[in-house]
Nanobody, 119 residues
């Protein structure tokens, strides 16, 4: 059974920073693409950041220059450093990853971690 577990969410003041982490565990051969999504109340889930197995990154326009995505392939973890947070970025943040499990490509989601930006 493959699992993704996020951590690091919480309450932060506007302009503050948080670092989210996502750890993969279970039985799999490899992890290719990893994504961070967020879903604000009453809105659709949207992609925030993407990182390939080689470390190439892409970001949503709204977070470019403020968020940094990184991964440690030896520990099967991905992290999202979020700076200059704004109240409108309050959402549940989800980790998503593509796994190779016994020659089959499978997509898994974490359970999500709440990020609240408020004074």
């Amino acid at each position: 059974q493959v699992q993704l577990v996020e951590s690091g969410g919480g309450l932060v003041q506007p302009g503050g920073s948080l670092r989210l982490s996502c750890a993969a565990s279970g039985s799999f051969f490899s992890i290719s693409d990893m994504h961070w999504y967020r879903q604000a109340p009453g809105k659709q889930r949207e992609v925030v950041a993407h990182i390939t197995s080689g470390g190439s990154t892409n970001y949503a326009d709204s977070v470019k220059g403020r968020f940094t995505n990184s991964r440690d392939n030896t520990k099967n973890t991905v992290s999202l450093q979020m700076n200059s947070l704004k109240p409108e970025k309050t959402a549940v943040y989800y980790c998503n990853a593509q796994f190779l499990v016994r020659s089959e490509g499978l997509c898994y989601w974490g359970q999500g971690t709440q990020v609240t930006v408020s004074s």
